[in-house]
Nanobody, 124 residues
Framework: QVQLVESGGGLVQAGGSLRLSCAAS????????MGWFRQAPGKEREFVAA????????DYADSVKGRFTISIDSAKNTVYLQMNSLKPEDTDLYYC?????????????????WGQGTQVTVSS
């Protein structure tokens, strides 16, 4: 398995931006597809974005398409989520996840490793 540590969350006003980072260690990072999920208290953890190990394929939830960008830096074993035009409804605990796969997935059960989460709060 790979160990994941998220950072970059915080409090921001609506319309603002944040960049989340997820640093990976352990097994070969280049063999993992990476994803970001988010979860509010009492709700299901939902897919946000995913990227394959080469960075050549990405996928986004409709709710964030055009506002969020996922990217990967294999040299640094780090995946990023750039979040622009943030809305109050983006307030959630954001999780990074790793999937030992060449393909990218939206289903959380496909992912093998998870970080501890970083809180994003968007004020109106």
């Amino acid at each position: 398995q790979v160990q994941l540590v998220e950072s970059g969350g915080g409090l921001v006003q609506a319309g603002g931006s944040l960049r989340l980072s997820c640093a990976a260690s352990g097994r070969t990072f280049r063999r993992y597809a990476m994803g970001w999920f988010r979860q509010a208290p009492g709700k299901e953890r939902e897919f946000v974005a995913a990227i394959n190990s080469s960075g050549g394929s990405t996928d986004y939830a409709d709710s964030v398409k055009g506002r969020f960008t996922i990217s990967i830096d294999s040299a640094k074993n780090t995946v990023y989520l750039q979040m622009n035009s943030l809305k109050p409804e983006d307030t959630d605990l954001y999780y990074c996840a790793a999937d030992y796969s060449l393909a990218i997935h939206r289903t959380r059960d496909e992912y093998d490793s998870w970080g501890q989460g970083t809180q994003v709060t968007v004020s109106s």
